[in-house]
């Protein structure tokens, strides 16, 4: 038995019914993750003395790349695109400057620069391989490689440590910018006031490469002790200078 007219319509109606409601579904599901919000560009990075090392297999020569490993954690906000600085270019070879580099050492860290190579190549913005791709050119000694990349890391990751506590190491020991080397370590203290060895170093810094005021130092160690009360290394100091 055929429909009647009035049937048929019926029908159409409904059917057109269903299909618009599961075209607002569709249209929904494929929304959701718009309205959950971007999910990358921050990472969380925790504050840590710490440091990994990767060591090349004959040789024991170390290659350090700092990581986070403690519980207070902070977050490192990656700042919004268009206002991002230039970037190094990643790409340019390591220049080994240090002679003595063995030539198993060489190896290995050509394999390493590769790998960083590789992942920056996917993920221009990433902490932890402008980090590495920094402990790298640093161990070639290529000082002022090293002092860009971190930069770099430090620019697109304002709160991060790291950054400028591998610039403070880098000023004090390898390029000798004691002021340069002063303001890394202040600005790895603000972001971050409970990273002890930060005030230890700071105020070694002070006593010596970069002489200070007793006041000075005295007011450093007691900034750090009221951070980190039971900091009994800071205390230590400071009782050298009371």
Sequence with gaps: MEPTRDNRNTIIATTILVAVVLCGIAYFMSHQSDLAGPAQ?????SATTSVNTITSTSSGATISITSASSSSGYKIQLIPSGTAPVAPNYKAPLVFSDPTITTDEHSSMQTQFAHVEATLSVSSKDFNSWIALGNLRKEAGDYNGAA????????????????????ADLYTNYLHDYPKAAAAYKAAIANNPTQVYLYQDLAQLYSSQYPQSTTTIVALLKQGIAANPAASELKATLAKYQ
């Design 41 to 45: 560009g921050t990472t969380t990075e």
């Design 148 to 167: 860009a990349d971190w930069q770099y890391a430090l620019a697109l990751y304002p709160s991060n440590v790291i950054s400028n506590a591998n610039l």
